[in-house]
């Protein structure tokens, strides 16, 4: 059967996406290639969020195109996601060898269109259309971590499009508009995935708190994403809950007070704020003040004081003037996020900010970029620096991504922490003692360690569904 490589560039939903793909063509009889070099097909799952994001991926392409062809190899080359949504069938007339564009609702239909490519049926395959309940297709999972083993966390596609228009984003294009998934079809997933060893589920979307706003109407005051995390929470061996990406204004009394009554939804927030002068925050429709996201900072931190919260900023938005950049700056000296990523203003296609008036020059986005990234990388290091001493609780993941000698695991609010353990601690919750830190890492003492009993442990049992492991 032939083999398969898929790059993934981007955000988690395109990570999930792709290994829902792998998983789908895993289950088909496909294998998955070790290395792009000797896969009969290779897809890129891509990101349009920025441009250069866009041009890795088409660079990428080239490149793969060339040496397939310098070695004579008939190999089936494809993008998926968000830019073969945009761009469609423009991607295969810039790149011949482009065999398949396949479009951020048609995923599970990569199998099919394979088999109809690499059996020469057909030619070439663009699909980008909508497709009503598509939703509800991405569902299969590899589950196969690091080492061939089996994963701890998994991540759980809810939601997919976003309504909400930020005028800088490419997003309500490539996905589309809102649509959701049932509480019943995701709480099954993840039930099956707690079943085969999960212990911790990141609900998943482009706006996870819009997330069922049309289906299920408030109950108890509780939207229908409370409700959700609610139906989750009641999973039997289900440990930890996290979700990606919320709306600060999507974050209302019942959500925040849900951090401070459901247990397993851990203390971490990602709050995008990408910017702290209301003045651009209205340039770019995000629906709520500076005064407003600080206020909702303070309330998490109420309700759980170690609430790790991270965020996303943009700077150089049309307009931005030094006294707004400056807003933006004196909000994370207020706030003092544990992590924010920062990015470079970039033009996207179609949206409304890309012919605003004021573009600033490349040379004012990169010294403001460095400027901001000074600072919340010191005051990021600043609160990694307070938990030195404090005892942390971590579910163990596996060998450490940096070290593969050492194993880690992410505390409740979200931190890495590296300490020397082994194959038995994974799928653990155990209770470090934090010694030191590096740059966004936390270092644990073996020493003074605490692991819960072994009855509580989970089980691997091997499931019927359970595939090879995936190719990294
Ligand atoms: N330019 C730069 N950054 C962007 N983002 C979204 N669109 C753009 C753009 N046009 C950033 C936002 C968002 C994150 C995922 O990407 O900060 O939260």
């Given at each position: 059967?032939p083999?398969?490589?898929i790059k993934t560039?981007g955000c988690?939903?395109n990570?999930?996406?792709s290994?829902?793909v ?5 289950a088909?009889?496909y294998?998955?290639?070790?290395d792009?070099?000797v ?6 799952n891509?990101?349009?969020v ?6 890795k ?6 490149n793969?195109a060339g040496t397939a062809?310098?070695q004579g ?9 968000c830019m073969a949504?945009?761009r ?15 479009g951020?609702?048609?995923f ?14 057909r030619?070439?395959?663009?699909d ?9 297709a991405?569902?299969?999972?590899l589950l196969?971590?690091?080492a061939?083993?089996k994963s701890?966390t998994a991540f759980?596609?809810?939601m ?5 228009h ?5 997003v309500p ?15 099954a997933?993840?039930?099956?995935l707690v079943?085969r ?24 005051g509780?939207?229908a994403?409370?409700?959700?995390l609610?139906a989750?929470h ?5 440990d930890?809950i996290?979700?990606?990406s919320?709306?600060?204004k999507?974050?209302?009394d019942d959500l925040v ?6 247990p397993?939804l851990?203390?971490?927030?990602h709050l995008?704020?990408q910017?702290?002068?209301?003045r651009l925050?209205?340039?770019?429709h995000r629906?709520y003040t500076r005064?407003r ?11 759980q004081?170690g609430?790790?919260?991270?965020t996303d900023?943009?700077?150089?938005f049309p ?15 207020q706030v003092?996020f ?7 203003y970039?033009?996207r ?6 012919t ?5 020059s490349?040379?004012?986005?990169e ?6 990234l ?9 609160k990694y620096?307070a938990?030195i001493g ?6 163990v993941?596996g060998?450490s991504?940096r ?5 880690e ?6 931190k890495i922490?590296?300490f020397p ?6 799928g653990?919750?155990m ?5 030191r830190t590096?740059s966004?890492?936390?270092y644990?003492d073996?020493?003074?360690?605490g692991?819960?009993s072994e009855e509580n442990?989970?089980s691997?049992t091997p499931?019927?569904n ?7």
């Amino acid at each position: 059967m032939p083999s398969v490589f898929i790059k993934t560039y981007g955000c988690q939903m395109n990570e999930r996406d792709s290994e829902a793909v792998a998983a789908q063509l895993v289950a088909k009889g496909y294998s998955l290639a070790p290395d792009e070099r000797v896969a009969d097909v290779v897809l890129l799952n891509t990101c349009s969020v920025r441009d250069l994001a866009e041009q890795k991926a088409i660079w990428k392409m080239g490149n793969l195109a060339g040496t397939a062809r310098k070695q004579g190899r008939d190999q089936v080359l494809g993008f998926m996601g968000c830019m073969a949504q945009s761009r469609g069938k423009q991607l295969i007339e810039s790149l011949p060898d482009v065999d398949l564009v396949l479009g951020t609702q048609k995923f599970h239909r990569a199998a099919e269109y394979l088999d109809a490519l690499l059996s020469g049926q057909r030619e070439k395959i663009v699909d980008t259309a909508e497709e009503a309940g598509s939703q509800a297709a991405i569902r299969e999972h590899l589950l196969t971590g690091a080492a061939d083993k089996k994963s701890v966390t998994a991540f759980v596609s809810i939601m997919q499009g976003c309504n909400q228009h930020c005028t800088f984003c490419i997003v309500p294009f490539t996905r589309g508009e809102e649509r959701s998934r049932t509480i019943p079809d995701v709480v099954a997933e993840c039930r099956e995935l707690v079943a085969r060893g999960v212990r911790e589920i990141t609900l998943l979307g482009q706006i996870v708190t819009s997330y069922g706003k049309r289906d299920y109407p408030a109950k108890d005051g509780k939207s229908a994403f409370v409700q959700l995390l609610e139906a989750v929470h009641e999973i039997e061996g289900l440990d930890r809950i996290r979700f990606t990406s919320p709306h600060p204004k999507g974050y209302g009394d019942d959500l925040v007070e849900a951090y401070g009554r459901l247990p397993k939804l851990v203390e971490s927030a990602h709050l995008p704020l990408q910017s702290g002068s209301d003045r651009l925050l209205k340039l770019m429709h995000r629906g709520y003040t500076r005064e407003r996201f600080v206020g909702l900072v303070e309330k998490l931190r109420h309700v759980q004081s170690g609430m790790g919260i991270s965020t996303d900023i943009i700077v150089g938005f049309p307009g931005e003037t030094e006294a707004d950049f400056e807003d933006t700056l004196s909000l994370c000296r207020q706030v003092e996020f544990d992590l924010a990523y920062v990015f470079k203003y970039s033009p996207r296609k179609d949206t409304p900010a890309a012919t605003m008036p004021d573009q600033l020059s490349e040379e004012v986005i990169e010294e403001r970029h460095q400027r901001l990234l000074n600072l919340t990388n010191e005051l990021a290091a600043k609160k990694y620096e307070a938990l030195i001493g404090s005892t942390q609780q971590i579910l163990v993941e596996g060998p450490s991504r940096r070290n593969p000698a050492r194993y880690e695991g992410r505390t409740r609010s979200n931190k890495i922490v590296v300490f020397p353990g082994s194959e038995r601690h994974r799928g653990h919750l155990m209770n470090l003692r934090i010694e030191r830190t590096g740059s966004f890492t936390l270092y644990g003492d073996p020493a003074v360690v605490g692991m819960e009993s072994e009855e509580n442990a989970p089980s691997f049992t091997p499931h019927p569904n359970d595939s090879p492991a995936p190719a990294s």
